[in-house]
């Protein structure tokens, strides 16, 4: 009698995982892009290569559409390199800048950062705008503009497109402040130093604030470039605090998967390490330039990624409401501005 065979159990295949998808394309696509924009940005300082890089992105993006496999890179781009780049730029700026600019121009920044949240949030509401387009349009208007949008989208995780859309918002009242303030400027007889601190305070965008400043005259820009700078600090308190409030809500709803780590922005604390460095004299001056590059093409090419995944389908669909908003507080930096200036007689 033979014996009856005997089967193994049918053993089911282990799934091998994916493996994850190369970065290179993506990157490649956002760097070459980015270089273009550099040389454009240095062609046409007014513009500049920030803005470019956004504008060829969604060009590209919404005309030839990059293909599947560039999209981990530029996703990668559009977040990582954009937390190095504002860690970057905290080798450029020191912290002791912030003193020699005095309490006034502290002052003034401060009613106008308090304007712009205020307004943005009131304004926001009564044209029914998603909270996180109200938060970057107003970080943005209140700080420094693409600089303070970059370091805000990853602690409220604002999509691409309210990004993008906040950014060519911000940069109209940009180009609308270089060509008004200067006239308007002469209009109400501001002195130099007065216009320099006006500029310094309400419009948001460094190159537009040099802009606008030097065109006025030479000392109105050098003190317009001090007060931006010292502005360009209060990005770090901003971040902060919008972290301290995305944690409150979490905490609030409950939500079981809440880390502190991951609303925390590290990249913001390393910003304070950069510019500590930088104040301590750790970094040699001989290296600053080179810094100033890394860190302006870093940005350039995180921006780029953002023009990038940006769907002008989708933004179209948000409506010209964003851009009423985007009026409504520039008009109540401006304002706010000039009430301060004169009514501590500072024009």
């Known amino acids: 009698m033979s014996a009856t065979p005997t089967h193994s159990p049918a053993t089911s295949p282990v799934p091998t995982p994916a493996p994850p998808s190369p970065l ?18 240095r062609w046409l300082p007014l513009v500049g290569g920030p803005v470019f890089g956004i504008l060829l992105g969604v060009l590209i993006r919404n005309t030839v ?11 990668f781009a559009g977040k990582k390199i954009l937390q190095w780049s504002i860690m970057a730029l905290g080798f450029g700026l020191s912290l002791t ?12 920044t401060a009613v106008t950062i308090i304007a712009a949240f205020t307004s943005a949030l009131v304004l926001g509401k009564l044209l029914n705008i998603p909270s996180k387009l109200k938060l970057l349009i ?46 308007l400027g002469h209009l109400m007889d501001l002195s130099q130093q007065g216009f320099g601190l ?9 190159s537009s604030v040099v802009a606008a400043g030097y065109s006025y005259g030479k000392e109105a820009g050098d003190h317009a470039t001090i007060v931006k700078l010292t502005r360009a600090t209060l990005i770090i308190p901003m971040c902060l605090i919008l972290a301290a409030i995305e944690a409150w809500k979490h905490k609030k ?6 880390r502190l780590s991951a609303i925390v922005p ?34 350039i090419m995180a921006l780029t990624a953002i023009g990038l995944s940006a769907d ?36």
Not at 157 to 162: F, L, N, R
């Open 266 to 299: 590290w990249f913001i604390l390393w910003f304070v390490v950069a510019s500590a460095a930088r104040t301590l004299g750790l970094i040699p001056e001989a290296v600053q330039p080179a810094i100033h590059v890394a860190a302006n093409f870093l940005i």
């Open 65 to 75: 559409s990059p293909p599947r496999a560039c999209e981990p890179g530029i996703r």
């Open 24 to 41: 290179w394309p993506g990157l490649l696509l956002a760097t070459v892009v980015a270089m273009v924009a550099l040389v454009l940005g």
């Open 312 to 347: 002008l389908r989708r933004m179209a669909s948000t409506g010209f409401k964003p851009i009423a908003l985007g009026l409504g507080v520039w008009i109540a930096v401006a304002v706010s501005s000039l009430a301060v200036q004169f009514a501590t007689g500072q024009v």
């Open 138 to 183: 107003g970080a943005g208007t209140a700080i420094c503009g693409g600089s303070a949008i970059a370091a805000v989208t990853p602690i409220i995780k604002a999509d691409e497109h309210d990004t993008a859309f906040a950014i060519s918002t911000i940069f109209l009242f940009n180009l609308v402040a270089v060509l008004v303030f200067p006239a």
């Open 253 to 258: 709803s409950g939500a079981s998967d809440f």
């Open 198 to 206: 006006w500029a310094g305070t309400a419009i948001n965008d460094t």
């Open 97 to 108: 800048q912030v003193a020699r600019t005095g309490m006034e121009s502290l002052t003034i």
